[in-house]
């Protein structure tokens, strides 16, 4: 399967949400480790991004990464439970075409390490205009970034060739 687009022409994005890692109280390792992990893989990373969790904050991060011109978008952080966990709901809005599969296969996989992977409401889809973006909310664990990525970089090229008109 040949690639028009090689890993190190798609530029990505990455997003902490933590409200105690905006406010510095506690270092951002989860975006840190997923810029690492994605220039590894060969794509073009920026600085990462440092947003309060709520859907304000994280939406905006979101819109501006895409006006940037990244092709994926990470999240991580904000995908729980607790009532500041509000990236899925930033990031529904800007989805065009949901990817469940994605986010399923990312909960199968977090589930394999810990059975509170389940709890996980990340999503995985199509965004930006014209949408030819993948924006994918990953947990804020440095341990879940790490399986989560593993699991979606490699499927992230040839997605990126369908979604620019590559045959199937």
């Known amino acids: 399967m040949s690639h028009s687009q090689s890993h190190s ?16 109280e506690r270092p951002d390792e989860s975006g840190p480790r997923a810029a690492q992990l994605l220039a590894e ?33 990470i999240t991580s952080g904000g995908t729980g439970v607790s009532p500041r966990d509000l990236t899925p709901e930033a990031t529904r ?6 990817l469940p599969g994605i986010a399923e296969l990312l909960r199968r996989e977090g589930e394999k390490h810990s059975r509170m992977a389940v709890l ?12 030819n973006a993948l924006v994918i909310n990953l947990p804020g664990s440095v341990r879940a970034v790490e399986q989560g ?11 990126i060739d369908q979604l620019d008109g590559a045959d199937h």
């Open 93 to 98: 809005p800007l989805i065009v075409r949901e």
């Open 9 to 24: 022409r798609i530029p990505a994005s990455v997003i902490t949400v933590s409200d105690r890692s905006s406010t510095g």
């Open 41 to 73: 893989a060969g794509f073009e990373v920026g600085p990462v991004a440092v947003v309060p969790d709520g859907i304000g904050s994280v939406r905006t991060a979101i819109t501006e990464a895409l006006a940037s011109g990244a092709r994926l978008v």
């Open 120 to 131: 996980g409401r990340g999503l995985a889809g199509i965004a930006g205009d014209p949408p």
């Open 149 to 159: 990525l593993a699991v979606v970089a490699p499927l992230v090229p040839h997605l």
